[in-house]
């Protein structure tokens, strides 16, 4: 039986030329996306933008929100929410978590190896300025052993997939990726929302994130620890990720406290309670490194608590993630992960990177100025997709301004070729159209790796836009990792 | 693990502020719905001189008109003891609290908050404020009735109902004083007939008025009013109900969690207990109202006070006497959020 063409929410939708996440597998796995896609268009747009306006009120009723302070009062906004999941098949997922986990394994290996004997330095595989000069880089933690040798316990490594629908990674997130509230509260929202277009659907569930965060932050306790305290410390109410804190110390049953409630004394770390001081053991901290320790950091922080390094030192406290990490996740160390790879496990890396040119480098600087209009620009310093220049989209002025920032100071900057980011149908002004999204994985890494099914897939709201930064714009989605089809 | 201090805290004032703001919106709702009869715009300077706000009211407002006493209290941010800031503040505790609290409290809250944020001029005009104050009031009930549904019975819980009681021994002491109020502010003394009706009012306002019938079928003698309201066992917003209650949850926490630092409240509440006991042999109650209401306001304070040190970490605050005319308490800036 055909349904009038008015009411197929997908009648009009056109992909065309990008690889899209509800349409663009071929060969067992195209009946998979089928079912989805026939229920999907079966709905018509009035309904899809009825359920999204509900679903956008609840998120604001449920303080779902980040938070925008001014000097009179608070103003909460929520994330942008698309309605239409993005999917990942079994097969898709089983190569993305296996590739993040080998990716993350190499970096804390490689943190490792920088803090104690800078092998690799000595071996010539990366330029000893890049690491040492790094502003990221702590000589503070040189000879620090964190436990399981896990310096990275919580990563989020940024994916895109080419035209050719491969995935390739953009970047590492080492430092304290956020997001993973929304993979969760994403799902719950639409569990509620679209009951129907799940039904009989076998995704894998997400919402024990909190408990495996718990398990694998205990895994690394300072040793003779048995049953650690773990708190999870945040700047407080003002931070505008406040949100993902509760959200974390909720769902791992653990205290989220701020500076004020922290204390070290004689090397080790407790908190105030109504019963006085209590041992703290982990530290699952949203306080950037330098603003953790007054002690042996930023002096001005009101933030941190003096003393935290010690502990850590004194091996009475363990940080997630460890100080230090940034050097890892730097946009120009990137360009060297598929190198430390092979370097330390001796295998292939399993995803591959974007191909990058370091400006900091003679060829790569050479190449990008050659080619600026082709290229993507990136500062290497910045994150949240400040600064980016996107060369086929620029004018010449902008381009011209561009290779003099370059020119100013090549260190700063890497280029990569412009990636024709996969598509996935977005509800946009009601209509139904295509729309850029990248992806973001969670590692947690104890003794060993765990990564949550799917990850945060971001989507750039402006049409022809390739940045899904919520800072320019972009919103989420939920992502749907199928479960293995019964063969 | 034990509860964190600020959690503690931030459980005390949320609870008292939603309370704050009940009672308030409970007694302009009454006034508004069965005060009739009387001048708009002249009788409403009592219920700045309730609060001991005058000073505050003069800098901003001057003349004590129906409009704008009903400004400063119910929509006023500047004035920390307003049903908005109330709110306001109640929200900000339970932001800080989202990690512990149950997710039905603060989703309550935010949506009776966000609700409340849409009000209007028009809602505060004298054929809708009833109505406005009947929903605050209404919404301030749920968040309570929701703790009392979710909310976990550990130490936090107990801290809640402090909080709660707290507040209300203080707001129902506080409108046993109406009368000295309304005297002061140059209001005329009413006649007996008009008596009747006063008490009435103020029974109403504590939400006492169908309680008190049924116990005194006669109806509204004064002292028989301010005795059940001062030490009535039974009635849940009596100021003797809310003490019990007081001693309750600190004998929980000394007793039941080996708190021992409980004692030195326990032994402030039993001489408050014993004040309200002798305060109740009193024959002629009705004309020692202020000063007995004084004395619970400075014994409330000095409680709270002894809370912030045993158990929230407070410095010791500084050994001056309390003012002789309390406005309400506020949180201490260095823990407040607002």
């Known amino acids: 039986m055909t349904e009038p063409a008015a009411s197929r929410s997908l009648s009009d939708y056109d992909p065309k030329p990008f690889f899209c996440e509800l349409t663009g597998r071929t060969g067992s796995e195209a009946a998979e996306q089928e079912r989805i896609r026939k229920r999907l268009d079966g709905m018509d747009t009035a309904t899809l933008m009825r359920r999204a306006r509900e679903a956008e009120n609840e998120l604001f009723n449920l303080g779902i929100t980040f938070t925008v302070y001014t000097d009179k009062d608070a103003i909460d906004r929520i994330l942008p929410f698309d309605v239409i999941p993005r999917i990942l098949t079994a097969r898709e997922w089983r190569h993305i978590e296996t590739g993040v986990t080998q990716r993350v394994k190499a970096l804390n290996l490689f943190l490792w190896d920088i803090y104690h004997d800078q092998k690799i330095l000595k071996d010539g595989l990366i330029p000893p300025e890049l690491v040492l000069g790094n502003g990221n880089y702590r000589p503070e933690m040189i000879g620090l052993d964190p436990p399981c040798g896990t310096y990275i316990h919580i990563n989020g490594t940024d994916i895109v997939r080419n035209r050719e629908g491969a995935f390739q990674v953009l970047e590492d997130n080492g430092r304290a990726p956020s997001g993973v509230s929304y993979v969760v509260e994403n799902r719950h929202l639409m569990q509620r929302a679209f009951p129907d277009l799940m039904r009989g659907l076998k995704v894998r569930p997400v919402s024990d994130y909190g408990e495996q965060l718990v398990r694998k932050l205990s895994e690394v306790a300072p040793a003779g620890i048995d049953d650690p305290s773990i708190v999870l410390l945040s700047p407080g109410v003002y931070n505008s990720a406040y949100f993902e804190h509760i959200f974390l110390a909720r769902e791992m049953g653990v205290p989220l406290v701020e500076g004020r409630d922290l204390i070290v004394e004689n090397d080790k770390v407790f908190m105030r309670t109504i019963s006085g001081l209590q041992a703290v053991h982990v530290i699952y901290r949203r306080i950037n490194d330098d603003f953790l320790d007054p002690e042996a950091f930023n002096k001005e922080s009101m933030l941190g608590v003096a003393g935290l390094m010690r ?177 | 693990m034990s509860l964190l201090s600020r959690y503690a805290e931030d459980l005390f004032w949320l609870a008292r502020y939603i309370e704050r703001a009940s009672n308030l919106a409970r007694i302009i709702e009454m006034h508004m719905a069965y005060d009739r009869g009387r001048d708009e715009d002249v009788s409403w300077a009592w219920l700045v001189a309730l609060h001991s706000d005058q000073e505050r009211f003069a800098k901003s407002y001057g003349d004590a008109s129906f409009a704008n006493v009903i400004r400063f209290y119910v929509a006023d941010l500047g004035n920390s003891g307003s049903v908005r800031f109330s709110l306001r503040a109640a929200r900000e505790n339970a932001r800080a609290l989202r990690a512990v609290i149950p997710t039905e409290m603060w989703n309550h809250l935010n949506e009776f908050y966000n609700r409340f944020l849409i009000v209007t001029d028009s809602d505060l005009e004298p054929i809708r404020l009833w ?208």
Not at chain 1, 383 to 409: F, N, T
Not at chain 2, 223 to 250: E, K
């Open chain 1, 311 to 487: 502990a850590a030192r004194k091996g009475n406290l363990t940080l997630a993630n460890a100080i230090g990490t940034g050097v890892a996740d730097d946009k120009a160390v990137y360009a060297y992960v598929p190198k430390l790879i092979r370097y330390y496990l001796s295998e292939d890396p399993i995803l591959e990177n974007v191909e990058t040119h370091i400006c900091g480098t003679k060829e790569g600087l050479a190449f990008t100025l050659a080619h600026l209009a082709e290229l993507v620009i990136k500062p290497v310093g910045e994150s949240g997709g400040y600064g980016i220049v996107v060369g086929p989209k620029a004018s010449q002025i902008e381009l011209d301004a561009c290779r003099r920032q370059i020119e100013a100071d090549p260190a700063n900057f890497i280029s990569q070729p412009m990636i024709d980011l996969s598509v996935c149908p977005t509800l946009v002004d009601g209509q139904v159209e295509p729309r850029h999204v990248d992806l973001r994985p969670y590692a947690v890494t104890g003794q060993s790796t765990w990564v949550l099914p799917g990850g945060l897939s971001r989507v750039a709201l402006k049409r022809g836009s390739l940045i899904v930064n919520s800072s320019q714009g972009g919103g989420t989605k939920d992502t749907w990792v199928l479960e293995e089809a019964a063969s």
């Open chain 2, 131 to 338: 109505r406005t104050c009947g929903q605050i009031k209404d919404g301030c009930y749920a968040q309570i009735g929701v703790a009392e549904s979710t909310l976990y019975r550990d130490e936090g819980w107990r801290f809640f109902r402090l909080g709660l009681m707290f507040e209300r021994a203080d707001q129902t002491s506080r409108l046993l004083d109406v009368k000295f109020a309304q005297l002061a502010t140059g209001m005329e003394a009413t006649a007996q007939a008009a008596d009747a009706t006063f008490w009435s009012l103020v029974l109403r306002s504590a939400a006492a008025y169908q309680a008190f019938l049924r116990l005194e079928h006669k109806g509204g003698d004064p002292n028989r009013v301010a005795r059940f309201l001062l030490v009535n066992a039974s009635h849940p917003r009596s100021v003797a109900y809310s003490v019990m209650q007081i001693q309750a949850m600190l004998h929980d926490l000394g007793s039941g969690y080996g708190h021992r630092q409980a004692r030195f409240a326990q032994e402030k509440v039993e001489v408050l207990f014993e004040l309200l006991q002798s305060a109740a042999q009193e024959p002629d109650l009705v004309t020692r109202l202020h000063e007995i209401n004084d004395n619970i306001q400075r014994s409330l304070i000095g409680l709270t006070d002894e809370l912030g040190q045993r158990f929230f970490g407070a410095a010791p605050p500084d050994p001056t006497p309390p003012p002789d005319e309390a406005p309400s308490q506020t949180q201490s800036q260095s823990q407040s959020s607002t």
